[in-house]
């Protein structure tokens, strides 16, 4: 199962605005992170539990849009997890589908196009960002993924 | 030894590893994001990198043996090297993929083959190297000195 949870300790100063109320009352800003890379997904998830986030983790963009509950055969309810999510943050390069194809799935979701999708790429190529930020994206971070990096996700999260 | 000694010890051949390009500032973010709550985080990651790269070299060795060879396939599994060893501050290896993914765009056989090699070099002196700084933490958190730098 690629879908997997962290629990994590928050931080006593939370740097994060407000995130939504979770089920269990956890108000931790929610983030979903997408790496089909096992190191980068590992570190990700550190730097955000750090944060005082609490992260789910997704290898590819199947199992990101089954947690966000946008699979085609599944039913589009608001009381889903995806609703909770406050921002998405996935790789570019991924097998199957890529950043961009996962961008515009989660762009094209009328309960969740409003969600910050953040696009994370080793490559630095000036048409790729450009088409990930047309499409809706809100950043585009190069990797490795620094402290420096998740200080400028925090502005946003809603 | 006492811990002292030792701190020194592991400072120098930290340094050293900086220095001689094995490791470059992304391990330092590494170790900055360990704390009490993930006490053994490098450790565990760098774990992780080692097992990931033992799998993704045996992958190399295979398809770069391969009649028909799959150079989409090759350069998937170098991408996934070079990112890997990125994210960790492996410097060197990185650098060796980066030129590995140049022999993959030019269907370099020949090249390609001497890249895995060297690639493999690398590893196993990044993975040696590693190992003693690792081990130098344990004695120094054995010998009462506080967790590492």
Redesign the interface.
């Known amino acids: 199962m690629s879908v997997g949870g962290s629990s994590?300790?928050s931080s006593s100063s939370s740097k994060w605005s407000r995130s939504k109320m979770d089920n269990d009352g956890d108000q931790r800003p929610h983030i979903l992170a997408v790496d089909?890379?096992?190191?980068?997904r590992?570190?990700v998830e550190?730097?955000l539990v750090?944060s005082s986030c609490k992260v789910t983790t997704a290898e590819n963009g199947h199992r990101a849009l089954e947690f966000l509950g946008l699979r085609d055969d599944q039913t589009n309810s608001s009381v889903n997890i995806g609703s909770k999510v406050s921002m998405i943050i996935t790789d570019y390069?991924m097998?199957g589908m890529t950043g961009y194809e996962l961008l515009k799935k989660i762009k094209g979701s009328s309960i969740l196009k409003e969600v910050p999708v953040v696009i994370m790429s080793?490559e630095n190529v000036p048409t790729r960002i450009n088409k990930c930020l047309e499409e809706g994206a809100q950043m585009f971070i190069l990797?490795?993924?620094?402290?420096s990096d998740v200080k400028k996700l925090q502005c946003l999260i809603y | 030894m006492d811990a002292v000694h030792l701190k020194r010890q592991l400072i120098t051949f930290t340094e050293q590893l900086f220095r001689e390009g094995f490791l470059d500032e992304?391990f330092n973010?590494?170790q900055?994001?360990q704390?009490e709550?993930?006490p053994n985080?490098v450790v565990?990651?760098v774990s992780?990198?080692f097992q990931?790269t033992e799998r993704l070299l045996d992958e190399l060795s295979k398809a770069l043996d391969q009649a028909n060879l799959d150079f989409k396939k090759v350069d998937?599994h170098v991408?996934?090297l070079?990112?890997?060893s990125?994210?960790?501050?492996a410097q060197r290896v990185q650098r060796t993929c980066i030129i590995f993914r140049n022999y993959c765009n030019e269907k370099n056989v020949q090249a390609c083959l001497k890249c895995l090699q060297v690639v493999k070099h690398e590893f196993a002196l990044l993975k040696s190297k590693m190992e003693t700084l690792f081990n130098l933490e344990q004695q120094i958190l054995a010998a009462g000195g506080p967790p590492s730098i």
């Not at chain 1, 990797?143 to 402290?147: A, R, V, W």
């Not at chain 2, 990125?86 to 501050?89: C, F, H």
């Open positions: 994590s300790s089909d890379n096992l190191i980068d590992k570190l550190k730097l750090n390069c097998p080793s990797k490795p993924l620094k402290q | 992304q973010q590494l900055q994001l704390d709550n993930n985080f565990e990651v992780l990198f990931d998937g991408h996934q070079k990112g890997s990125s994210s960790i501050g």
